[in-house]
């Protein structure tokens, strides 16, 4: 059963408040409650007639979808408590009219029983689609956008395979791009050795973030790879995220086209001693201010300007989720949540490095599901 | 001034019905009204709080994005009819509110002065948006979805330039993927090898759609590449899209890892008159149903199966757009309209084949935007 811990956790939560029937159209949402992952690398399809949205009611489950997301809807048509419908966006013969047919669909999903309180996420359904829940009959409409993000936090087994299943292949793309930083390569190269590496090894297309930023880049935090060409004694800042069934990986490393400079080898180690250090603060209780506290105060000791962003974040169906590791937070660690932890050293046009790894919060500490081999050369 | 005509088509329109206020939410309406076109590779960002949204005013526009989309939004501080305006996604300092921040942004733009008919896109604006518009004094609310389509067809000289450097892209990625379609290569190698190229010659990172796809597999009209290996006497079909200033391309052809079969040069042969037949037939006046029904009458007479798909279809902000070249379809062309045609022989599991070209309408007769090699080895 995909995802049936998440659809029983949230149905315990709207019974407790009293909500029969809710409605979710954030995609983060659609893709936690039923691990249906519909493909983003080229935007939205033009034969969709709105998000994929999931109808709840008395504990079963309806998922919406257009009929070319069937294809990669999966195991939904066997799932117990998870209904799978859907509308042709796609015809020859009659003005694509996805649009309609989605609120066609939706209307005959929903009937006209809507007594009571029903849930919504407002910031996600479409105004129409709230517009007729009330015509034909929705009494109140109950705002529900973010009441599901603490469950997030905690990953289920089910959850952790995918991620493993993601982490797996960035450790890919980074040995591809570790071997593709050469003097004459540009970020591109790089990136693509990477990217390439990753889609053969998956057997499919894989959407990848974030960064590829040689040292020379006045912005060496971050950003996107263009046709900047590696020189002697350059950095490259290669920060990956694949999204495979619908959930994020993250890790960074920084390699070297030639032999680092005194200056680059002191930075990477200072760096690697910060994430060790944030590492080994990884259990069950810690504080994520308090995390981030200390490794900032490391990198001040070490005579290094603090890195402006956080200090690491959790993930999953989004790329960036509580607890963030961050100097406001006072949320603590709990068991079987997952964290990235990403100290930097920045010299804006010069050079830089970033290391990450993600970790998996076990009883006894930080389990490492990154394998991606960030040691100086 | 970045697509100031659409936003003065746009103005006329809405003033001839009465409307002096609109918002816009649709991600196609909003790259075509403002040439504002985020990035899309990885699906929306988790720092965004909503969709990019245009506020119309009596003439004026405001575009509202999220800070890191900012970057991206290129010469908007300086369009004298169009005020960028943003708010911050993401911070250290305080919880991701980029949803509230988003809302406090627009009750800033919109102000309380909405006396009068309002137009919405109510399919693309956020239930709680549209809930706030009505909450602060809306007194009429006019969905008016697909109002602009049918501007949408005339391409202006902006955006046929924009069209233009995708084409250049995509036959770049053909002539990529025709070279490495080789005996042991897989769908993915051949893919890559375009991706590459198209990154590399734009300089940037690009989406890319559509198909590759070995003639065994059992649906062999199209899908995304796996780790399928092309071997002897096998076809490949290779139907590329890039997506560069938010315009899509389009643009189909079938290689060959060996000397063709006699059965594949003819199915080859008959696709590419059907092609020709296709352009031969586009000019001012024509109707779109009656090139459909030419090219599949000419399919039908050299005995092979009909296609099941569209002959073709226009494209810009979306992948497929009206005029659609389809049975039912009365529309006629017009000069600046940008049709894609592409007719395909499929025998399924087997082999099959498919020829596309863009053309863009002329006074008298088709401009091809290909020029990607589609000839017999």
New interface residues.
Partial sequence: MQHSTQRAQTHELLKSRGIERALFAN?ATVKWLTGFAP?????????LG?PPMVWYENGAWTLMVFDWQEVNAGEFGKQENCALVSYSGYT?????TG?VKLRGLFRSVVQNNLSGKIG?E??????????TLHEIGAAELI?L?TWLEPFRRIKTPEEIQKLRDNFRLTDIGHAAARRAVQVGA?E??V??AA??AI??AA???V????DCVVGYRKDNVGG????NEIRAGDSVVVDL?T?LHGYWSDSCAAYYATEPTAKQRAMHHTAQRALDLAISLVKPGAVAREIDAAVREFMRKEGYPVY???TGHSLGV?????P?I???NDMTLQENMVVMLEPGIYFPGETSVRLEDAVLVRQHGAEILTHHDKALP
Same sequence: chains 1, 2.
């Fill in positions: 995609i493909p983003i690398q080229t935007g939205p399809s033009a034969f709105g020859v013969d009659q003005p694509l649009q919504i407002a910031r996600d359904v479409p105004a129409d689609i709230a517009l705002p956008d540009t591109i190269d990136w693509n990217h390439y889609e053969k057997g499919q297309r959407a990848l973030g974030n996107w790879p263009l046709n995220s999204i402006w962003h956080h989004t790329s960036h989720e509580d963030r961050v100097p406001y």
